[in-house]
Protein backbone atom coordinates (compact mmCIF):
# COMPACT_ATOMS: atom_id res chain seq x y z
CA UNK A 1 0.00 0.00 0.00
CA UNK A 2 1.39 3.24 -0.92
CA UNK A 3 0.53 5.21 1.74
CA UNK A 4 0.96 8.50 0.19
CA UNK A 5 -1.63 7.95 -2.05
CA UNK A 6 -3.59 6.45 0.40
CA UNK A 7 -3.47 9.36 2.29
CA UNK A 8 -4.19 11.81 -0.92
CA UNK A 9 -0.33 13.50 -0.44
CA UNK A 10 -0.26 13.70 -4.21
CA UNK A 11 -2.61 15.80 -6.52
CA UNK A 12 -4.81 13.63 -9.33
CA UNK A 13 -4.47 14.97 -12.93
CA UNK A 14 -5.73 11.88 -14.70
CA UNK A 15 -5.57 7.80 -14.71
CA UNK A 16 -5.74 4.56 -16.63
CA UNK A 17 -6.52 1.19 -15.79
CA UNK A 18 -3.36 -0.84 -14.49
CA UNK A 19 -2.84 -3.69 -16.42
CA UNK A 20 -0.77 -6.97 -15.62
CA UNK A 21 2.15 -5.43 -18.32
CA UNK A 22 2.31 -2.22 -16.00
CA UNK A 23 3.32 -4.78 -12.92
CA UNK A 24 6.25 -6.43 -14.67
CA UNK A 25 8.64 -3.64 -12.80
CA UNK A 26 6.84 -4.25 -9.79
CA UNK A 27 8.90 -4.30 -6.54
CA UNK A 28 9.85 -8.24 -5.74
CA UNK A 29 10.21 -9.08 -2.19
CA UNK A 30 11.69 -12.44 -0.53
CA UNK A 31 13.19 -13.21 2.73
CA UNK A 32 12.50 -14.42 6.09
CA UNK A 33 9.18 -13.63 7.63
CA UNK A 34 8.62 -9.61 8.93
CA UNK A 35 5.99 -10.49 10.90
CA UNK A 36 6.72 -11.15 14.42
CA UNK A 37 4.10 -13.49 15.36
CA UNK A 38 4.78 -15.54 12.33
CA UNK A 39 8.55 -16.04 12.21
CA UNK A 40 8.64 -19.87 10.63
CA UNK A 41 8.12 -18.90 7.17
CA UNK A 42 9.89 -17.23 4.29
CA UNK A 43 7.69 -15.71 1.66
CA UNK A 44 7.94 -13.98 -1.98
CA UNK A 45 5.93 -11.07 -2.72
CA UNK A 46 5.32 -9.57 -6.24
CA UNK A 47 2.76 -7.30 -6.77
CA UNK A 48 -0.56 -9.50 -5.99
CA UNK A 49 1.25 -12.60 -5.96
CA UNK A 50 2.21 -13.73 -2.05
CA UNK A 51 3.73 -17.26 -1.61
CA UNK A 52 4.80 -19.03 1.79
CA UNK A 53 6.66 -21.77 2.83
CA UNK A 54 8.38 -23.08 6.13
CA UNK A 55 11.89 -21.72 7.51
CA UNK A 56 12.66 -25.67 7.61
CA UNK A 57 11.53 -25.95 4.29
CA UNK A 58 13.64 -23.00 3.16
CA UNK A 59 16.81 -23.91 4.79
CA UNK A 60 17.27 -26.54 2.31
CA UNK A 61 18.54 -23.62 0.25
CA UNK A 62 21.36 -22.18 2.48
CA UNK A 63 23.85 -23.52 -0.12
CA UNK A 64 21.80 -21.88 -2.83
CA UNK A 65 23.80 -18.80 -3.52
CA UNK A 66 20.92 -16.37 -3.88
CA UNK A 67 19.73 -17.31 -0.04
CA UNK A 68 22.68 -15.37 1.51
CA UNK A 69 21.61 -12.34 -0.12
CA UNK A 70 19.30 -9.80 0.83
CA UNK A 71 16.15 -9.61 -1.80
CA UNK A 72 13.60 -7.97 0.39
CA UNK A 73 12.26 -5.12 -0.60
CA UNK A 74 10.05 -3.56 1.81
CA UNK A 75 7.87 -0.35 0.41
CA UNK A 76 5.23 1.61 1.60
CA UNK A 77 5.52 4.43 -0.91
CA UNK A 78 7.72 5.72 -3.67
CA UNK A 79 9.19 8.45 -5.15
CA UNK A 80 10.53 9.07 -8.51
CA UNK A 81 14.19 8.01 -9.35
CA UNK A 82 15.29 11.21 -10.75
CA UNK A 83 18.82 11.00 -11.16
CA UNK A 84 19.12 8.46 -14.04
CA UNK A 85 15.63 9.38 -15.77
CA UNK A 86 17.33 11.59 -18.53
CA UNK A 87 19.76 8.94 -19.03
CA UNK A 88 16.76 6.10 -19.25
CA UNK A 89 15.28 8.11 -21.63
CA UNK A 90 17.89 8.80 -23.78
CA UNK A 91 18.56 4.94 -23.65
CA UNK A 92 15.24 3.73 -24.26
CA UNK A 93 16.02 1.71 -21.43
CA UNK A 94 16.27 1.00 -17.66
CA UNK A 95 19.68 -0.11 -18.08
CA UNK A 96 21.21 3.00 -16.84
CA UNK A 97 19.03 2.75 -13.42
CA UNK A 98 19.87 -0.83 -12.08
CA UNK A 99 23.76 -0.17 -10.73
CA UNK A 100 21.50 1.79 -8.01
CA UNK A 101 19.47 -1.55 -7.50
CA UNK A 102 21.94 -3.81 -6.98
CA UNK A 103 19.98 -5.94 -4.63
CA UNK A 104 16.56 -6.31 -6.56
CA UNK A 105 15.18 -8.93 -8.24
CA UNK A 106 14.79 -6.70 -11.43
CA UNK A 107 17.94 -5.99 -11.82
CA UNK A 108 18.83 -7.95 -15.21
CA UNK A 109 22.31 -8.72 -13.50
CA UNK A 110 20.32 -11.11 -10.98
CA UNK A 111 18.16 -12.89 -13.86
CA UNK A 112 20.23 -16.28 -12.40
CA UNK A 113 19.01 -15.80 -8.85
CA UNK A 114 15.79 -14.34 -9.86
CA UNK A 115 15.01 -17.72 -11.79
CA UNK A 116 15.91 -19.79 -8.65
CA UNK A 117 14.35 -17.98 -6.08
CA UNK A 118 10.89 -18.29 -8.14
CA UNK A 119 11.17 -22.23 -9.04
CA UNK A 120 12.02 -22.66 -5.46
CA UNK A 121 8.25 -21.00 -4.83
CA UNK A 122 7.00 -22.50 -8.08
CA UNK A 123 6.78 -19.53 -10.15
CA UNK A 124 8.67 -18.90 -13.79
CA UNK A 125 11.30 -16.47 -13.61
CA UNK A 126 11.08 -16.39 -17.16
CA UNK A 127 7.51 -15.17 -17.26
CA UNK A 128 6.30 -11.78 -16.93
CA UNK A 129 4.15 -10.77 -13.99
CA UNK A 130 0.59 -12.30 -15.52
CA UNK A 131 1.58 -15.23 -16.23
CA UNK A 132 3.50 -15.79 -12.76
CA UNK A 133 -0.33 -14.85 -11.40
CA UNK A 134 -1.85 -17.57 -13.76
CA UNK A 135 0.86 -19.72 -12.08
CA UNK A 136 -0.14 -18.52 -8.82
CA UNK A 137 -3.73 -18.64 -8.98
CA UNK A 138 -3.43 -22.19 -10.26
CA UNK A 139 -1.48 -23.20 -7.79
CA UNK A 140 -4.02 -21.87 -5.06
CA UNK A 141 -6.87 -23.55 -7.00
CA UNK A 142 -5.06 -26.70 -6.81
CA UNK A 143 -4.45 -26.60 -3.34
CA UNK A 144 -8.41 -25.58 -2.35
CA UNK A 145 -9.21 -28.36 -4.16
CA UNK A 146 -7.02 -30.92 -2.59
CA UNK A 147 -8.22 -29.56 0.78
CA UNK A 148 -11.17 -30.38 -0.11
CA UNK A 149 -10.80 -33.75 -1.56
CA UNK A 150 -9.28 -34.33 2.23
CA UNK A 151 -12.48 -33.01 4.21
CA UNK A 152 -14.93 -34.99 2.01
CA UNK A 153 -12.80 -38.62 2.24
CA UNK A 154 -12.67 -37.46 6.08
CA UNK A 155 -16.26 -37.12 6.44
Same mark, same amino acid.
Given at each position: ?7 ? *?? $??? &??? $? ?19 ? #??? %? /???? +? &?? %? +?? *? ?27 ? *? ?6 ? %?????? /? ?12 ? /??? $????? %? ?9 ? #??? &? ?15 ? *? ?7
Amino acid at each position: MDNNIYYG *EY $KII &GNR $KVTYQDLNDAPISTSESINYL #DRD %I /AYLQ +Y &GL %I +YK *EMSLKEYAFYKDEQWYHKNYRAELIGFSL *EIDKLEEC %IKAKSN /APFYPATGGSLNNP /ANK $KDKNA %IFKVFGLDGDL #DYE &GNLKLHEEASQFKVLCS *ESDVSEQG
